[in-house]
């Protein structure tokens, strides 16, 4: 089972590194794309799969990230490097801000609570002309000759991804991520067998909100701005919608959701306007079709129960 796992991570390895060669830019563009919305999703999902904690508000991360790196990099003129690391540890920090607020509600009090916090920090962003550039963005962030080309962006994002992906993956199979799980399935027996429910619910806020800053960074480079759009509940929204998608139950399962939903939105929108229409279907199909993701359906069968996302697949 480990060899077979190794041998699958070494092919899928391999295949991203191919995909640069003699792959048409605008399919080179889609790939990065999808890679850094995946990153995002998975950030998200040690939220939602492993802590069971419904966040309304990612956005604010993802886009305290694009926000950090492309005003540190345009008007700060700070080195590449500082400026990119940079936007995980700010993110990181307003997560910690946010966090000690949001995690002492529970269920619909604490997603409404992340809600109001990143309408904050959108609001921040689309009027802060001065700043930001308001609601027209912040457009032309300078990037590193050495990433200017499209397909050495991709490889960039590609090494990011997988170190980032590496790292969440031993977390979430080491005793902290079978913590998560317990207090996911029942805080007050977690709390009476002797763990700070509350810590590590704030640790995984913190975590996930970093990792969401790294993925807004990673965007910012690739769309050579920052925008209000960036951290709207729309684009929470878009995070949730792809990380149900995909399976929260299993660990790839929120970056399939984020590749399925932005090639179909890709292919859609070259045909037809009616992209929300479209997406409402794809609601309707999630939700009668494939209620555990596309990834339980497959594994596991439509019948069989949900699996807890620590579970080994």
Same mark, same amino acid.
């Given at each position: ?28 563009? %889609? ?12 950030? +998200? ?27 540190? %990099? ?10 990119? =690391? ?20 529970? @269920? ?12 904050? $920090?959108?609001?921040?962003? *689309?009027? &802060? ?8 963005? =912040? ?16 490889? *960039? ?20 991520? @079978?913590?998560?799980?317990? $207090? ?7 709390? +009476? ?28 480079? *690739? ?9 709207? &509940?729309?684009?929470?929204?878009? $995070? ?30 070259? +045909? ?5 229409? #479209? ?14 993701? #596309?990834?339980? *359906?497959?594994?596991?069968? !439509? ?8 579970? !080994?697949?």
């Amino acid at each position: 089972m480990v060899l077979a796992r190794r041998t699958a991570v070494a092919m899928a390895a391999m295949a991203l590194l191919a995909v640069p060669l003699g792959l048409p830019k605008f399919y080179l563009l %889609l790939a990065t794309e999808i890679l850094i919305m995946g990153l995002f999703a998975m950030a +998200f999902n040690l939220l939602l799969g492993y802590a069971g904690m419904v966040s309304f508000g990612h956005a604010a991360f993802y886009g305290v990230g694009a926000y950090t790196c492309g005003l540190l %990099l345009k008007k700060a003129d700070v080195p590449f490097a500082m400026s990119f =690391l940079a936007a995980p540890v700010v993110a990181a920090a307003v997560a910690l801000l946010f966090g000690l607020l949001c995690i002492r509600l529970t @269920r619909i009090y604490f997603s409404m609570l992340t809600l109001a916090f990143s309408q904050i $920090v959108w609001a921040i962003a *689309f009027k &802060w002309y001065s700043l930001t550039g308001g609601d027209n963005g =912040l457009i032309g962030i300078p990037v590193p000759s050495a990433l200017a080309d499209p397909r050495a962006l991709y490889l *960039f994002t590609v090494a990011i991804v997988v170190l980032v992906g590496g790292l969440l993956w031993r977390l979430v199979n080491a005793p902290f991520g @079978r913590t998560l799980l317990a $207090v996911r399935e029942n805080a007050e027996r977690a709390e +009476f067998v002797g763990i700070h429910v509350r810590r590590v619910q704030l640790a995984a806020f913190v975590i996930s909100g970093a990792v969401s800053g790294l993925a807004g960074a990673l965007f910012s480079l *690739f769309s050579r701005g920052a925008f209000p759009d960036y951290a709207y &509940w729309t684009k929470s929204a878009e $995070v949730l919608l792809m990380t149900l998608l995909g399976g929260p139950y299993v660990f790839l399962g929120p970056a399939l959701g984020a590749a399925i939903l932005i090639v179909l939105n890709s292919v859609v929108t070259s +045909f037809t306007e009616y992209w929300p229409v #479209v997406l409402g279907a794809v609601l309707l199909v999630l939700i009668y079709v494939f209620p555990g993701g #596309v990834t339980r *359906f497959f594994l596991v069968g !439509p019948t069989a129960p949900a699996r807890a996302p620590g579970e !080994p697949r």
